[in-house]
Each structure stands twice: as structure tokens, then as C-alpha cells.
């Protein structure tokens, strides 16, 4: 005999629509007015948690976009804060999938690093992102409400977004685009492109798709070696798309946007910080108009160590003396497991604080 399971199907997030897709929502399904599309946008980034909150729409019309709708957010799981006031989320997602969040304070306000995926496929050396492996894409929506959720946190407006948490964004191209117009909304979080930052391991297609949506964010191309050899150890996507690849793209990239790009280089003691390695790094990216970030490795499961400050500041003076403008990156939030590659989906951490 055959057993049929009946599963509730998963309602639609509200969250995942842009004010064009609620309109249409609205009209076609509700029979309302079209401007209780923009009406319900608003409400969802003025900090509510319930359809019911919003007290502008009929009451019996919020009765049914309960029903229809999810709420979506992320719950709490466990929050850790660095004495550089850095905090890192551990959320669960709807499905119970969990992912990590960090929040930043800058000068110039709140910074959130998201995440794009549960887990991440790259398998980079040095990174703890996807060591439990890859378990699915974030949707835009999730994306958002990753920044709703640091907003309600902290009670302060996110000034400034970098995907750089767990995860690969160029291998969750549409969601990502889509998070794109929905966070640059002026009906919603309203954030200047210019305030967004991508960073990539280099999937070299997806970077001319980037540069087709022509918006000037910023992109982070994540290099770490100047040679193919050491590259490919450090990010195994290199072996498909190797630096000349990688390199033409970001060229053309330039070309279409005008955009600078910036180069991330995790320094490693004994593996890619020789002034061998900064003078190859300098000849490989003359004449691009490119910022090269230095970052001292953080620690993770795998055994780096990072490279010594005079080396790191050795480091940067070779590649300005051809020209090259470099940074060191501050690292914020090591004490806490949230620094560049130490985000994970922390699976085997139940404890709830
Ligand atoms: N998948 C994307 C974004 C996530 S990682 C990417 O690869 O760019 C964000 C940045 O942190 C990347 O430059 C990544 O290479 C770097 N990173 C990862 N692990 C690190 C570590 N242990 N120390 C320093 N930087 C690290």
C-alpha cells in the first residue's frame, strides 16, 4: 500500500518581492489597489514583525496575507560580541538551516558582512566556510533580512553591506542580483550601490554578468597568489579559472563599469609572502585600475600562520614602489571567530546562550 504524506507547502516569503512584484500581487490576486503594493514594501523595512503591525491595510486583507504570506526572519540562535565591539549572529533560517552574520563598526557607521549561502562549494584551503560542505543558496529575501536583522539588533541603520560572509555570491548569481534591487530600493533600505561590496573567488563568466548589470558596487576579486601553482593550492576554483582568465575579466570588468577593483591578499608565512611573490603580484596587475587589500591570515581549522607584520608592511612597500596601491586590512573580530574565513554554518553548535 502506498502512504501519502501530506506536506504543508512552504509559504512564499513576503520579503522576496520587489514593489513592481507586490503591485502586481495585489491588483491580480487580492483585487486591492494597486498602491497597497508599495503600501506593504514600506511596512517591511520599518522594523515590524507581523502583517498585523501593518495598520494602513484593511484588517481583513492582513488576515489574508497571513495566511498566504510568510514573515520571514531569522531567529537567534547565539551572539557573540569581540571587544572591538564586532558581533557575530548565529540564525536559523526558516528551515532551520543556520548561518552567521557579522556586524561592524566603522567611522562612518554600521557595516554587515552576509552570507549568500548555507555552507559554500569553493573549498578554499583556508577558509571555514565550506568545511561542513554545501548545503543551499540563500534567496535575496534571506539576504535582507540578514541586515533587518542587525538593524533591530542594534537599533542603528546598516550604512554600508559586504558579501564576504559564508558562501560564494557568483555562484548564487540570481539571487544575488535580485538582492541587489531590492536593498537599493528608496521605498525600502534605500543603500547606495557605492555602499556594497562583492567579493568573489573569481567565477570568471559570472564576473562579465556582474559587469552586464553595470552598478557601481564595489568587487573583491580574491587572489592570494600571484602564480597559478600556489593559487590553485589556496582556491581550487583557480584550476578552472586561472589567473589570465581571471585577470582578462577583471579587465573587461574596469572597461564596462570604470569600477576599481579590489585585490584580497591573505597573507600566509612561507606560502605567498616573499618579496618574490609581492614584485610577480605588482607585474600582474600593472595597468589595472585595482586597490590591493592585505590581509594577515586568520586562523581557522587549517594550519597557516600568519605572515609578521614587518614582512605584511614589507609586503606592501614593494607593491607601491611599482606603483601598486595597497592596504593592510584591520582585522576586526578575531577574538570571536569572525574575521575573513572564519564564518561557518556552525551545525554542531547547539548551545543556545
Ligand atoms: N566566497 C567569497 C566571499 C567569502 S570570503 C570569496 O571567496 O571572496 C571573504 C574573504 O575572506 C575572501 O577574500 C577570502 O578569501 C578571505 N578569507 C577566507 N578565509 C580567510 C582567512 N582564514 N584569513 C583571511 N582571509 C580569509
Not at 159 to 164: G, I, K, N, P, R
Request: with cysteine; glycine share 4%; net charge neutral.
Amino acid at each position: 500500500m502506498k502512504v501519502i504524506i501530506a506536506v504543508e507547502p512552504t509559504k512564499p516569503d513576503i520579503y522576496s518581492y520587489s514593489v513592481a512584484e507586490l503591485e502586481e500581487i495585489v491588483v491580480s490576486r487580492f483585487n486591492q489597489p494597486k498602491f497597497r503594493g508599495k503600501q506593504i514594501f514600506q511596512w517591511l523595512y520599518k522594523g515590524i514583525s507581523a502583517f498585523q503591525e501593518m495598520s494602513n491595510l484593511p484588517q481583513e486583507f492582513r488576515d489574508r496575507l497571513e495566511r498566504e504570506f510568510r514573515f520571514g526572519h531569522l531567529s537567534l540562535i547565539k551572539k557573540h560580541i569581540s571587544q572591538d565591539q564586532t558581533e557575530k549572529y548565529l540564525v536559523a533560517c526558516a528551515d532551520h538551516h543556520r548561518i552567521e552574520i557579522v556586524k561592524m563598526e566603522y567611522h562612518h557607521g554600521i557595516s554587515a558582512c552576509l552570507s549568500t549561502q548555507v555552507g559554500c562549494k569553493m573549498h578554499c584551503a583556508f577558509c571555514a566556510s565550506g568545511k561542513d560542505g554545501f548545503f543551499r543558496n540563500l534567496t535575496a529575501a534571506e539576504m535582507i533580512e540578514q541586515i533587518l536583522f542587525i538593524q533591530a539588533q542594534t537599533k542603528k541603520r546598516v550604512a554600508s553591506v559586504v558579501l564576504m560572509g559564508s558562501g560564494e555570491p557568483l555562484d548564487n548569481f540570481e539571487e544575488v542580483s535580485k538582492f541587489f534591487q531590492l536593498v537599493h530600493d528608496e521605498d525600502g533600505l534605500n543603500l547606495g550601490y557605492r555602499h556594497i561590496t562583492l567579493s568573489t573567488c573569481g567565477i570568471v563568466p559570472k564576473i562579465a554578468d556582474l559587469a552586464q548589470l553595470n552598478i557601481p558596487i564595489t568587487l573583491a576579486i580574491s587572489l592570494h597568489a600571484p602564480t597559478d601553482e600556489i593559487r590553485s593550492i589556496l582556491v581550487p576554483i583557480n584550476r578552472k579559472y586561472p589567473i589570465k582568465q581571471l585577470l582578462q575579466a577583471c579587465h573587461d570588468y574596469v572597461a564596462v563599469t570604470k569600477r576599481r577593483i579590489t585585490f584580497e591578499y591573505s597573507l600566509i608565512q612561507n606560502i605567498n609572502d616573499s618579496p618574490k611573490m609581492a614584485e610577480k603580484l605588482a607585474y600582474l596587475l600593472q595597468n589595472l585600475l585595482c586597490h590591493v587589500n592585505l590581509i594577515p591570515v586568520n586562523s581557522t581549522l587549517a594550519d597557516f600562520s600568519a605572515t609578521k607584520t614587518s614582512n605584511v608592511q614589507e609586503f606592501q612597500k614593494i607593491l607601491q614602489s611599482h606603483g601598486v596601491n595597497a592596504t593592510i586590512r584591520r582585522t576586526l573580530g578575531d577574538d570571536i571567530n569572525a574575521a575573513c574565513g572564519q564564518l561557518k554554518c556552525s551545525f554542531n553548535d547547539r548551545q543556545v546562550n
